[in-house]
Nanobody
C-alpha cells in the first residue's frame, strides 16, 4: 500500500508564489520517479514537473523558468516551488509517483490563481 499526501495548494494572485509538497509513505523500497501533473477544467491531465532517481528532471515548457521541483529522499517527499503564477496555472495538481514500474496518484490539491 502506497500513500501520497499533498499539501500547499490554495488561492493566490497572479504573480504570486506557492509551494506544493507531496509526501510518500507505505510499501516503498525505491522511488524511480516523483513529481506533479495538473488538470484544468475541461482539459486533459498534463505533466508539470518530474524528478527521477539520479536527479534528472522534466518540466512542461509552460512552467520552465517559473517552477522548480526538488526532492528530499530521506523523507520521500517532493516539492514544487511555483513562482510568477499565472491564471492559466489554475488547476488541480496531482502528485505522481513511480515505484517498481507502478504509477500512483495523489488525491489532488487545488491551485487557483486570480488575475
Amino acid at each position: 500500500q502506497v500513500h501520497l499526501v499533498e499539501s500547499g495548494g490554495g488561492l493566490v494572485q497572479a504573480g504570486g508564489s506557492l509551494r506544493l509538497s507531496c509526501a510518500a509513505s507505505g510499501s516503498i523500497f525505491s522511488i524511480n520517479g516523483i513529481g506533479w501533473y495538473r488538470q484544468a477544467p475541461g482539459k486533459q491531465r498534463e505533466l508539470v514537473a518530474r524528478i527521477f532517481n539520479g536527479g534528472d528532471t522534466n518540466y512542461a515548457n509552460s512552467v520552465k523558468g517559473r517552477f522548480t521541483i526538488s526532492g528530499d529522499g530521506a523523507k520521500n517527499t517532493v516539492y514544487l516551488q511555483m513562482n510568477s503564477l499565472k491564471s492559466e496555472d489554475t488547476a488541480i495538481y496531482y502528485c505522481w509517483l513511480l515505484v517498481a514500474g507502478e504509477v500512483y496518484w495523489g488525491q489532488g490539491t487545488q491551485v487557483t490563481v486570480s488575475s
